[in-house]
């Protein structure tokens, strides 16, 4: 009797969190989302192509290497062996 009281409020937990992750979805879903009332405008949206962002290139170049470095850092530090 008493397995299944503890398994009732194990199951009753995992609802409630459950329906708490539905319902900060939902209100996510709501305040993200912009209104268009254009139809025109969210077609030309739609079926725009992606724009390439040279520009962004050696931020990543950048940040490839800082990684990089890091590992071998923390590698040599921690001695690991990966």
Same mark, same amino acid.
């Given at each position: 009797?008493?397995?299944? $009281? &503890? =398994?009732? +409020?194990?199951?009753? !937990?995992? #609802?409630?969190? #459950? =329906? &708490?992750?539905? *319902?900060?979805?939902? !209100?996510?879903?709501?305040?993200?989302?912009?209104?268009? /009332? /254009? +139809? *025109?405008?969210?077609?030309?949206?739609?079926?725009?192509?992606?724009?390439? +962002?040279?520009?962004? %290139?050696? $931020?990543? !170049?950048? +940040?490839?290497?800082? %990684?990089? =470095? &890091?590992?071998?850092? *923390?590698?040599?530090?921690?001695? &690991?062996?990966?």
């Amino acid at each position: 009797m008493k397995q299944l $009281k &503890l =398994a009732m +409020q194990r199951i009753a !937990i995992i #609802a409630l969190s #459950a =329906a &708490l992750v539905i *319902g900060l979805t939902e !209100i996510y879903a709501r305040s993200s989302a912009p209104r268009q /009332n /254009n +139809q *025109g405008e969210r077609r030309e949206l739609r079926h725009r192509p992606p724009e390439l +962002q040279l520009s962004a %290139f050696p $931020k990543f !170049i950048r +940040q490839c290497a800082v %990684f990089a =470095a &890091l590992a071998l850092v *923390g590698r040599k530090v921690l001695r &690991l062996r990966l």
